[in-house]
């Protein structure tokens, strides 16, 4: 539950810090048909959300992927996208770690703090990798992100 509640967070943040709007879904689902990558990140958000579509997270993985092909240096778009695989929104089954790590891995490279944070968290408790968490907490530190220093500090610590 504490996943699904930190992934509606991170998507209603990037929303609101980039003024969405679910009045404008339709609006954003136009300029998706228009290929701008920004229309379909929001239409997805609105699907993903239930705000302005009926909810329906293979719709929404659907719009965060063709924003995605749209404009593939967007960290955000890219790390959306990992997020819903591995939160478990791709399939019913549940998550996809090895596609929700590449794609954490491809926008910390484009350095976004909380994809590389993301897998810190994942090689520390599931992958059991120490080595490799404290690289990706160290790059989400270096990226000023507080919560990946202290993780490396209390990997250092142990």
Sequence with gaps: MKKIFILISCLVCVALSAEFDSSKASVYRKECLKNIAQGCFFTGVAYFLGDGFAKDDAKAIEFFK????????????????????????????????????????????????????????????????????ASFYKQSCNLKKMNGCLKLRNLKDK
């Design 66 to 133: 063709k924003a995605n092909e749209l404009d593939k240096n967007n960290a955000v778009y890219i790390a959306t996208i990992a997020r819903m695989y591995y939160y478990g929104y791709k399939t019913k089954s549940g998550a996809v770690l090895n596609d929700a790590v590449k794609l954490f891995d491809a926008a910390c490279k484009l350095k976004d703090a909380d994809s590389c944070y993301e897998l810190g968290e994942i090689y520390n408790y599931e992958v059991f990798d120490s080595q490799k968490a």
